[in-house]
């Protein structure tokens, strides 16, 4: 199970971050992945960290303003968010790799609003 | 990286089969057997339907099934029910571009 936190709402140029605690499995076993959908949009791959947190990989449209970390400690999982932008509006979902390329738990889902 | 293309709807009638597309590039469908498909209903997260471009997940039913020709993946949902009634998406692995998905394609079932 994934259970997600934080986002909201904050004015373009400003900061977020949303959390999202793991039960249920072994948590620093799996590639952790962040996937964001836009209103009325397919869902979009943001970034993805590997089991200790030694690699972590980003989509081009969020590189250089997103980090993606994880406590495995606290079973937890990051998205830290800089430079926000209005077309990164969207419904933020964390996401377990447990099957190979592919997304087969998916947290609640958080939603995350840049407006002026 | 450009979305994965798709139908953006798809019907049919309970009982009968529906087979939904989706089109990519030797970059990431036709170049990787990492194909997934998911099912979303409204104001839910995606699910899990199919990965490695034909696996179903424990607690999927058969009724769901994958595969892929070249850079085109397709998923068919046999026995429509109710139920059935989504979005679906696929996705796919793009190497150094990481993850590319579908626009969705919108399943009624009539």
Redesign the interface.
């Known amino acids: 199970q994934l259970v997600q936190s934080g986002g909201g709402s904050v004015q373009p140029g400003g900061s977020l971050r949303v959390s999202c605690a793991a039960s249920g499995f072994i948590f620093g076993r799996h590639w952790m992945?962040w996937v964001r959908q836009a209103p009325g949009k397919?869902?979009?791959?943001v970034s993805?960290v590997d089991g200790d947190g030694s690699t972590t990989?980003?989509?081009?449209s969020v590189k250089g303003r997103f980090t993606v970390s994880r406590d495995n400690a606290k079973n937890t999982l990051f998205l830290q968010m800089h430079s926000l932008r209005a077309e990164d509006t969207a419904v933020y979902?964390c996401t377990r790799s447990g099957?190979?390329?592919?997304?087969?738990v998916?947290?609640?889902?958080t939603v995350v609003t840049v407006s002026s | 990286q450009s979305a994965l293309t798709q139908p953006p709807s798809a019907s049919g009638s309970p009982g009968q089969s529906v087979t939904i597309s989706c089109t990519g590039t030797s970059s990431d469908v036709g170049g990787y057997a990492s194909v997934s498909w998911y099912q979303q209903h409204p104001g839910k997260a995606p699910k899990l339907l199919i990965y490695a471009i034909s696996e179903r997940p424990s607690g999927v039913p058969d009724r769901f099934s994958g595969s892929r020709s070249g850079n085109t993946a397709s998923l068919t949902v046999s026995g429509l029910q109710a139920e059935d009634e989504a979005d679906y998406y696929c996705c796919s692995y793009a190497g150094s571009n990481g993850y590319v998905f579908g626009i969705g394609t919108k399943l009624t079932v009539l």
């Open positions: 992945k397919g869902p979009e791959w993805e990989n980003y989509a081009d979902y099957s190979p390329f592919a997304f087969d998916w947290g609640q889902g």
